[in-house]
C-alpha cells in the first residue's frame, strides 16, 4: 500500500523510484495472476528458474542493495539459497513484495539528493547509494522479462 503523506514528504526523484519500483511490482503480480501453485514452481528447461525462484530473488536483490549496500542494514542474505526456493505460494510471494516495497519506502524516506553520491562498501564492491538504487530497479525489471516469458511458455505448453 502506498502511503502518501510519506509521498508527499519527499524529493520528486525518491517518489519517482517508489512509483517505477510499484508498477514493476505489479506487473510481476499481473504475470502471476490465474496461475495454479504448480506453475510457480514450473521451470520452462533445464538450467532455467521458475517463478517462485525469480520472485524470491528478485525481493532478495532488491533487500540487498536497498538495504545492505545503500541503507548499511544487513539482512544476512542467503543469495545460494533463493535459487532453491520450491512451494512457497502466491500468497506468501505477494507478501514478499509487499513487505519489500514498504522495506524500500522506510529507507528511500531517511534519503536526501546528495546521499545519492555516498559510496557504500559491500561484498561486492564499493558504490554509491545512488549506484545501488538504480541496479535494484533494473535488476528487478530484468527479472519482471525473464517472469514474463516463462509465463508465456507456461501457458503454451498445453
Known amino acids: 500500500m502506498i502511503d502518501w503523506k510519506v509521498m508527499e514528504t519527499m524529493q520528486p526523484f525518491f517518489v519517482d523510484y517508489l512509483n517505477l519500483l510499484r508498477k514493476c511490482h505489479d506487473d510481476?503480480?499481473?504475470?502471476?495472476?490465474?496461475?495454479?501453485?504448480?506453475?510457480?514452481?514450473?521451470?520452462?528447461?533445464?538450467?532455467?528458474?521458475?517463478?517462485?525462484?525469480l520472485i524470491y530473488h528478485i525481493?532478495?536483490?532488491?533487500?540487498?542493495?536497498?538495504?545492505?549496500?545503500?541503507?548499511?542494514?544487513p539482512s544476512n542474505r542467503d543469495r545460494d539459497a533463493e535459487f532453491k526456493v520450491k512451494n512457497l505460494g502466491g500468497e506468501f510471494l505477494h507478501k514478499r513484495l509487499d513487505d519489500g516495497y514498504a522495506y524500500a519506502t522506510a529507507v528511500l524516506e531517511r534519503l536526501s539528493l546528495q546521499d545519492l553520491e555516498t559510496p557504500r562498501a559491500s561484498?561486492?564492491?564499493?558504490?554509491?547509494?545512488?549506484?545501488?538504487?538504480?541496479?535494484?530497479?533494473?535488476?528487478?525489471?530484468?527479472?519482471?522479462?525473464?517472469?514474463?516469458?516463462?509465463?508465456?511458455?507456461?501457458?503454451?505448453?498445453?
Open 59 to 73: 525481493t532478495g536483490a532488491e533487500r540487498f542493495w536497498i538495504g545492505d549496500v545503500a541503507a548499511q542494514e
Open 123 to 158: 561484498s561486492r564492491g564499493t558504490f554509491t547509494i545512488g549506484w545501488s538504487l538504480l541496479h535494484a530497479l533494473e535488476h528487478s525489471h530484468l527479472h519482471l522479462g525473464h517472469l514474463q516469458i516463462t509465463r508465456q511458455l507456461w501457458d503454451q505448453r498445453r
Open 28 to 53: 510481476i503480480r499481473k504475470t502471476m495472476d490465474g496461475l495454479p501453485p504448480d506453475a510457480l514452481d514450473w521451470t520452462p528447461g533445464a538450467n532455467m528458474n521458475s517463478i517462485c525462484v
